[in-house]
């Protein structure tokens, strides 16, 4: 089955501007994540959401926002993009039925954000 | 606040041998899920190995086996017979079973080991 997907794989953006980034979870799956990977930073968990619902959140300034789609995809946003924004965004989804935590993340393979 | 923390930055293994990576964390929580995910340079975050906290018994995928020490709050993964494909970057994540009372996917990343295998 297909696995996490997403789109663009590479975007390049000048300070100031915002910038819209696509996941689509593997079929079925209801969680979706987000996060940022730099090199002085290391991995940062950004969101989370369920079900259309944003369930938790890192501490990322406004400036950074999701949303949840009824077919669970998902989009991140980043407005007034700062050469520090430059990173590569993961996402990542899971399933969750009936209560059962026991959920693995699945990875897609990432967008790599360059600010100039 | 859970933390996890990696304190070798870069490790080196001769292809056949064998090879452990530390991580610790920090969490004041008796229930949780720790995760050893591998990146390769595709940048792809391919888990490893899964253990749950309220297990006892150590987790065992294949070549990779992790030991789990709760009260140390330990978790290391040592590759067996390590192979050219292993060379990765490998993370060591922490989960919570639940956040204010729902659940949640949120993961804690360390800050990795690069991984080199030799030939």
């Known amino acids: 089955k297909a696995g996490v997907t997403q789109t663009p794989r590479y975007l390049i953006k000048t300070r100031g501007q915002q910038v819209t980034l696509s996941c689509s979870p593997i079929?079925?799956?209801?969680?979706v994540s987000w996060y940022q990977q730099t090199p002085g930073q290391g991995l940062q968990f950004l969101f989370e959401?369920?079900?259309?619902?944003?369930?938790n959140k890192g501490n990322f300034p406004g400036r950074f926002s999701g949303r949840q789609f009824s077919n669970s995809r998902s989009e991140m946003n980043v407005s007034t993009l700062e050469l520090g924004d430059s990173a590569l965004y993961l996402c990542?989804?899971?399933?969750?039925?009936?209560?059962?935590?026991?959920?693995?993340?699945?990875f897609g393979q990432g967008t790599r954000l360059t600010v100039v | 606040a859970q933390t996890v923390t990696q304190s070798q930055p870069e490790m080196s293994v001769q292809e056949a041998e064998t090879v452990t990576l530390s991580c610790t964390y920090d969490?004041?929580?008796?229930?949780?899920?720790l995760f050893w995910y591998k990146q390769p340079p595709s940048r792809q975050m391919i888990l490893v190995i899964r253990?749950?906290?309220?297990?006892?018994q150590n987790a065992t995928e294949n070549r990779f086996s992790v030991n789990f020490q709760k009260a140390a709050k330990s978790f290391s993964l040592k590759i067996s017979d390590s192979q050219l494909g292993d060379a990765a970057m490998y993370f060591c994540?922490?989960?919570?079973?639940?956040?204010?009372?729902?659940?949640?996917?949120?993961?804690?990343f360390g800050t990795g080991t690069l991984l080199a295998v030799q030939p």
């Open positions: 990542a989804s899971s399933l969750e039925r009936g209560g059962a935590y026991n959920t693995e993340a699945f």
């Open positions: 969490t004041s929580e008796s229930d949780y899920y």
């Open positions: 994540a922490y989960r919570s079973l639940t956040s204010y009372g729902g659940a949640t996917n949120k993961l804690i």
């Open positions: 959401y369920f079900s259309e619902t944003q369930r």
């Open positions: 079929s079925g799956h209801r969680s």
């Open positions: 253990q749950e906290a309220y297990k006892q």
